[in-house]
């Protein structure tokens, strides 16, 4: 894509901060596809992709994007104050910020969100397997919830809009 876009500046650093932590938007949008193909079997990866771009446009994202990456990174450089540094860092399951974080992206395009940010979660598929590889060094305790949550946010926006056209 040659064109050059403007963008606002908390929209630029969300994004920016997302291809520095190796998430791209072709990545959420295959999540996007995974979820909805079984429903709409003409999806186009496009389709998917200008959804996400829908999503990611909402100020609540790039806050859950900016505050969610910047713990990731505070906890691998070790700077956090314990308990908090282990428990993020260790990704424990317990702890559910990381999970309370991603739902607020979730509500915003309503219930049906719900039911695929649990799905996506458990089943982990592309780019939130890579995510959550735990031997890589790297942490993505909040991030790989906020992926899930953008894929199914853009998956819900996307239903309600099929829904509302056919
Ligand atoms: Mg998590």
Redesign the pocket.
């Known amino acids: 894509m040659s064109e050059k876009k403007e963008y606002g500046m908390v929209e630029k650093a969300a994004r920016d901060w997302l291809t520095k932590r190796g998430v791209r938007i072709e990545d959420i949008a295959d999540l996007v596809y995974f979820l909805q193909v079984k429903y709409h079997p003409d999806l186009t990866l496009d389709t998917c992709i200008e959804n996400v771009e829908r999503v990611i446009r909402k100020r609540e994202v790039q806050n859950a994007i900016l505050t969610g990456i910047q713990l990731d990174i505070m906890a691998e450089e070790k700077k956090l104050f314990a308990p908090l540094q282990g428990i993020i860092e260790r990704?424990e399951s317990l702890?559910g910020v990381?999970?309370i974080i991603?739902l607020s992206i979730v509500n915003v395009y309503g219930s049906i969100g719900f039911t695929n940010y649990g799905y996506i979660d458990k089943q982990k598929p592309g780019i939130l397997e890579m995510l959550?590889d735990k031997s890589s060094g790297e942490c993505?305790?909040?991030?790989?919830?906020i992926v899930g949550a953008i894929a199914a946010a853009a998956s819900s926006r996307l239903a309600h809009r099929i829904a509302n056209v056919e």
Do not use: G
């Open positions: 990704d702890y990381d999970e991603a959550n993505h305790t909040f991030l790989d919830d």
